[in-house]
């Protein structure tokens, strides 16, 4: 027989699980509809990948729709676990970033399907019913919009460390000082360009589809000088201009010729095209002296 104590903890748990049971068969028919829709075509069908936020907007919005009933007071918990009662196949993963909501998928799908079908990381959790039922030329229209992924974050920040490395490791001009015209010119300029910085730029622009590393690859001649000065920039910029380029020491030497103006080389010294105005001036200063040198021996 229980005692009055043991009723206080025996009468609140037997109605939390009626609550709980209650709670788990309301909305029937729309729960019905929602699995048919969502679960088993979204998910199971089309192999995409939702999050328990969105499942639980998209039964919201049908229960108001088919019942008329306001369900916002309907626990994520409660769906969560009717759907893992009655789909097994369905996998639950929960993102190590607390501000991410948990991932619904089949458990089927593959490792490299679920990274390409994973939500925008930076989407919320609020995403419209809407989204979840448009037909399947909508989905597609969906999937080909530019959204970001982990593992093109992974990609991209790899590619950037590799090319860091080979900026680091590109010695920049190895003439003596100072350089003359055979140092600085379109030939001379490639040298201190590396192989992979050149090619990727290359592939973005969409001036080749040619995948090597071996060589520099084989573009328009217009536009391989513009990427040529583009890639000396890079190189002058990740050096912080302590790795002068053909490009920087004849913009800066020509500006200064054609202008005399220190402001103006200095805003192209500012911008990355060309060396600073002191550099510049030694430069003149230096290939006046080497020239002098050169009439006095002749002479």
């Not at 939390?16 to 029937?28: G, H, I, L, N, T």
């Not at 030329?137 to 992924?149: A, W, Y």
């Amino acid at each position: 027989m229980c005692t009055q104590s043991q009723h206080l903890f025996i009468y609140p748990f037997i109605y939390f699980s009626f609550m709980c049971c209650r709670d788990e068969a309301m909305f029937d028919a729309s729960y019905k509809l929602f699995c048919e829709r969502i679960i088993r075509q979204r998910l199971l069908v089309n192999n995409e990948v939702l999050r328990m936020g969105q499942l639980r907007k998209a039964f919201i919005d049908m229960v108001k729709a088919n019942e008329g009933v306001d369900a916002s007071n309907y626990r994520q918990d409660l769906l969560k676990k009717r759907l893992a009662q009655d789909f097994p196949q369905l996998a639950f993963h929960m993102p190590t970033k607390r501000n991410v909501c948990e991932l619904v998928f089949a458990e089927t799908l593959s490792k490299d399907a679920l990274v390409d079908m994973l939500p925008d990381p930076s989407g919320t959790e609020t995403t419209q019913s809407s989204e979840l039922s448009q037909t399947d030329s909508d989905n597609e229209t969906g999937r080909t919009k530019c959204q970001t992924t982990h593992e093109d974050t992974r990609t991209l920040y790899t590619a950037a460390l590799f090319l860091k490395r080979l900026l680091s490791d590109t010695p920049g001009m190895s003439c003596p000082w100072p350089p003359t015209s055979e140092n600085v010119n379109v030939t001379e300029s490639q040298t201190v360009v590396p192989i992979g910085l050149y090619n990727l730029l290359s592939w973005i622009i969409g001036s080749t589809e040619e995948p090597t590393l071996d060589h520099y690859v084989n573009i328009d001649d217009d536009v391989h000088l513009k990427v040529l000065s583009v890639c000396q920039d890079i190189v002058y910029l990740a050096s912080k201009g302590r790795k002068q380029t053909p490009k920087s020491l004849a913009l800066g030497l020509t500006v200064r010729h054609l202008t005399g103006s220190s402001r103006i080389v200095s805003l192209l010294n500012r911008l990355g095209h060309c060396a600073s105005w002191d550099t510049v001036l030694s430069l003149d200063t230096s290939l006046a002296q080497l020239t002098l040198v050169e009439v006095s021996h002749h002479s």
